[in-house]
């Protein structure tokens, strides 16, 4: 994916459907997992924020694959906003959706993702103009049951479920009408990426990411 503008959650429905999350402590790991994953047909990611290094972390893939579309997840406030832009986050990806988070989003050109979970949430976010949201914690707070419910109430929202998605359900959630792409840690497990099991992962990733809606198996 190339383009880093407004276009890049239509794009990115279109074209990848499954999205890695990558919380990186270690930078030696960097060369060997993102190669895995491009070797996987990957074309967009997302670095959570959770690690001291993070940030670095995530300028350093940004200046090393241009082509790859980078996001930063797990951005709780203005002042990680400010990081991850600075660091050349493509787009913006958070587990809530704050009176602060909004405010900053709006002065940014960087698609965000704000994140729901209830009915109340998902009406603020469209009140604020966001109708693509990420579902967190997808599975806790009651994963595929909970967004056929929700659907219906509020047709115009398309959500990104994050948080539990794994193997076993992720084709549910694709299945959905009202989800654009789930996006999840499952595809590179703490133990391959430990042992530098690349080729492993490179197999989990080729498997899903590059999955256009008709042709996933149900
Ligand atoms: C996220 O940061 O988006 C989620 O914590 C990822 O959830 P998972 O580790 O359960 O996939």
Same mark, same amino acid.
């Given at each position: 994916?190339?383009?880093?503008?407004?276009?890049?959650?239509?794009?990115?429905?279109?074209?990848?459907?499954?999205?890695?999350?990558?919380?990186?402590?270690?930078?030696?790991?960097?060369?060997?997992?993102?190669?895995?994953?491009?070797?996987?047909?990957?074309?967009?990611?997302?670095?959570?924020?959770?690690?001291?290094?993070?940030?670095?972390?995530?300028?350093?893939?940004?200046?090393?694959?241009?082509?790859?579309?980078?996001?930063?997840?797990?951005?709780?406030?203005?002042?990680?906003?400010?990081?991850?832009?600075?660091?050349?986050?493509?787009?913006?990806?958070?587990?809530?959706?704050?009176?602060?988070?909004? *405010?900053?989003?709006?002065?940014? /050109?960087?698609?965000?993702?704000? @994140?729901?979970?209830? $009915? &109340?949430? !998902? #009406?603020?976010? +469209?009140?604020?103009?966001?109708?693509?949201?990420?579902?967190?914690?997808?599975?806790?707070?009651?994963?595929?049951?909970?967004?056929?419910?929700? *659907?219906?109430?509020?047709?115009? /929202?398309?959500?990104?479920?994050? @948080?539990?998605?794994? $193997? &076993?359900? !992720? #084709?549910?959630? +694709?299945?959905?009408?009202?989800?654009?792409?789930?996006?999840?840690?499952?595809?590179?497990?703490?133990?391959?990426?430990?042992?530098?099991?690349?080729?492993?992962?490179?197999?989990?990733?080729?498997?899903?990411?590059?999955?256009?809606?008709?042709?996933?198996?149900?």
């Amino acid at each position: 994916m190339t383009d880093a503008t407004g276009s890049t959650f239509a794009s990115l429905a279109a074209r990848q459907r499954v999205v890695p999350v990558l919380t990186i402590g270690d930078a030696d790991i960097l060369p060997g997992l993102i190669g895995a994953l491009r070797d996987g047909g990957v074309t967009c990611i997302e670095i959570t924020l959770r690690t001291p290094t993070a940030i670095d972390h995530l300028r350093r893939i940004v200046g090393e694959h241009p082509d790859l579309c980078v996001g930063a997840g797990t951005v709780l406030d203005a002042r990680q906003w400010d990081a991850a832009e600075r660091a050349g986050a493509h787009f913006m990806v958070s587990p809530c959706a704050t009176p602060g988070l909004f *405010a900053r989003a709006r002065e940014s /050109a960087l698609p965000w993702l704000p @994140g729901v979970q209830t $009915a &109340s949430e !998902v #009406a603020v976010a +469209l009140e604020h103009g966001y109708r693509l949201l990420k579902f967190f914690p997808a599975e806790a707070a009651g994963g595929v049951r909970t967004l056929v419910s929700l *659907a219906p109430v509020f047709r115009e /929202a398309r959500f990104c479920p994050t @948080g539990g998605v794994d $193997a &076993s359900n !992720v #084709a549910d959630y +694709l299945e959905l009408a009202s989800v654009s792409w789930v996006a999840g840690s499952w595809l590179t497990p703490p133990a391959l990426v430990a042992a530098g099991a690349w080729p492993a992962i490179s197999e989990r990733v080729r498997a899903v990411v590059t999955c256009a809606p008709d042709s996933m198996s149900r």
